[in-house]
């Protein structure tokens, strides 16, 4: 069952929520383990004082090697400070990869147990990255690690236990900028097992996987509504995504539309047609090109039917509450226009759709968005 943060936060006896979230996570007692930019000296503290036994070699920011050097800790082994900015993955990434060889090597030592909360870089691409080139290396026997999902895309079948969290915020209360950032715990090991055999095996819930697996078979025999969808964001001082496109078929969201709920802003305006796109505003937006003005119209008022929140779409029993859903599980931070057309059905937008005919047209049963999740 997955955990959830905000239990283990309000726990009266929890003596740090963070340590807790991974010592829940440790079957047994390791002889040797690594922990890898865990970035909270009380944490890894807690670590230490819980599994004496263990030998432990940390790879960590300076702040926190500094802390580890004057408090000694019989079972430290190695402290390694650590240095990264987001302009210097690759340096980062070689610079981890020369340590754990030199562990390797010098020492004759694996680890039974790595656990890492390592930095996620830009999309996800660090921590990836240090993922995959820690199971390629194989210097531990397994690994917990606390990440963005995403980091586990290319390892699927090296999952034995996966846990849904949440945001970061619900969590580090001191990082405001990765507050929106979606975080999971994955314990991993060397051996190829069948559990999840691929990313959204594990992302998405039975009913999102039921619904993703409906729209995927029904968009592969039904042509698209649009003709080319960015992620990208674009200033409207600058026409350059949509470089010799008509306003009249343009669908815009505000660039920064979070995954939680869908908002109207100043491009619900132009959605509808009742005004012309002012291309002189200071306004950053993403969008879609769709087939022509019909569609457009009828496709915002869908679109705008069910304005808010994830808790709002909830109570009202919306599809967009179970498309928000699914793009909040797939992807990380705020997602582009891209990632809501990939759960979007590619119906005839010449004529206008409720909910309940977008299951029946789909094949799902009327009581669909009622079920229980």
């Known amino acids: 069952m997955a955990w959830k943060l905000e239990n283990i ?13 991974f010592i829940s996570q440790i079957k047994k007692e390791p002889k040797t383990a690594c922990l890898f930019t865990i970035g909270d000296a009380r944490t890894v503290e807690i670590i230490l004082e819980k599994y004496k036994n263990t030998q432990f070699i940390v790879f960590d920011y300076p702040a926190l090697i500094k802390f580890l050097e004057f408090a000694k800790p019989a079972n430290l082994l190695k402290a390694v400070p650590l240095r990264y900015d987001w302009e210097s993955e690759d340096t980062f990434l070689k610079f981890v990869e020369t340590e754990i060889r030199q562990i390797y090597n010098i020492n004759n030592m694996s680890f039974d147990l790595i656990i890492a909360n390592p930095p996620y870089g830009k999309s996800s691409s ?20 606390l990440a963005p999902p995403r980091t586990f895309y290319d390892v699927c079948t090296n999952l034995v236990d996966y846990s ?9 209360d001191s990082v405001s ?12 090991d060397n051996n190829i097992n069948t559990k999840y055999t691929s990313y959204l095996d594990f992302v998405l819930d039975e009913k999102e996987k039921t619904y993703n697996n409906v729209v995927k078979a029904y968009n592969n025999s039904h042509e698209p509504f649009y003709t080319d969808v960015s992620s990208k964001r674009v200033d409207f001082r600058y026409k350059s995504l949509f470089k010799g496109v008509s306003d009249k078929v343009i669908f815009a969201i505000p660039y920064w539309t979070p995954f939680s709920g869908i908002r109207e802003g100043e491009c619900k305006k ?22 022509n003005n019909t569609v457009k119209r009828n496709f915002a008022r869908w679109w705008y039917s069910c304005v808010g929140g994830l808790n709002t779409l909830k109570e009202n029993k919306t599809l967009m509450y179970l498309i928000l859903r699914c793009v909040k599980d797939v992807y990380s931070g705020t997602p582009g226009l891209s990632a809501y057309f990939e759960f979007i059905p590619n119906l005839d937008w010449s004529r206008t759709w409720t909910d309940a005919e977008i299951l029946k047209e789909l094949g799902l049963p009327e009581n669909f968005l009622e079920e229980k999740e």
């Open 126 to 145: 660090l921590s990836k990255k240090i993922v995959n080139k820690m199971l390629e290396v194989k210097v531990a026997k397994e690994m917990i690690v």
């Open 177 to 188: 900028e990765a507050n929106d950032v979606l975080i999971a715990l994955a314990r991993l």
């Open 164 to 172: 849904y969290k949440g945001v970061c915020g619900s969590l580090f």
């Open 270 to 291: 132009y959605n509808f047609d009742e005004t012309p796109i002012n291309w002189e505003a200071k306004t950053s937006a993403q969008g879609a090109v769709l087939k």
């Open 9 to 21: 936060r309000k726990d009266p006896n929890s003596k740090d929520a963070y340590a807790d979230l």
